[in-house]
């Protein structure tokens, strides 16, 4: 496995690999209504162009292949954290968040990383040392989340 930016030309690639993460890997805890509403099928590339446009975006690789990406922004914050389905499991999230760390502490000064996690994520950011600070409803698309302020110190 190895990371890259995101270029313009990944916009097709991340949105999809979005959409199946969801549709997929967040079955247990989503439904299907939730699911359609965070992430429409197809996908909006003008939308994921523009999002993705405003963040600095590391991608996971092998062989050709975008195995995860993570989104974050200069301060700190952890955006978008998603991995393909036939590739969950396998560390793909803990080596973007390691690559996303190491790139805040070195290039940014940062000392604080902040997410607010999916219920599908709060396992996999409790594993890495993340503390819950807040729990919110969201609503996406007219649709209700529940999901979980975040914080760890580096
Ligand atoms: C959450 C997500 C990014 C984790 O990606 P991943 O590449 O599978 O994570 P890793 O393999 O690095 O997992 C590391 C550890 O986190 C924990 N973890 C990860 N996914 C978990 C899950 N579904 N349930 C419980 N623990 C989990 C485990 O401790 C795991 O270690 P283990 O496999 O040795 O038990 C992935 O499940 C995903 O894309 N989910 C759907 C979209 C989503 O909710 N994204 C986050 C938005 S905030």
Known sequence: MKFRDYTENDTECLAGVFTSSVHSLAT????AVQRDAWAPTPPDL???HHRLGQLLT???EEDG???GFLSYEPDGHIDLLYTAPDSARKGVAS???EEAARQ??????????????SLVAVPFFVRHGFDTVDEQT??????SFRRFAM???L
């Open 28 to 31: 247990a805890k989503y439904d």
């Open 46 to 48: 003008d939308v994921w």
């Open 58 to 60: 590391i991608i996971a």
């Open 65 to 67: 292949q975008c195995l």
């Open 95 to 97: 080596a973007l968040l």
């Open 104 to 117: 805040l502490s070195e290039g940014f000064g940062v000392t604080d990383l902040f997410t607010e996690a």
């Open 138 to 143: 969201v609503s996406r698309n007219g649709v």
């Open 151 to 153: 914080q760890r110190t």
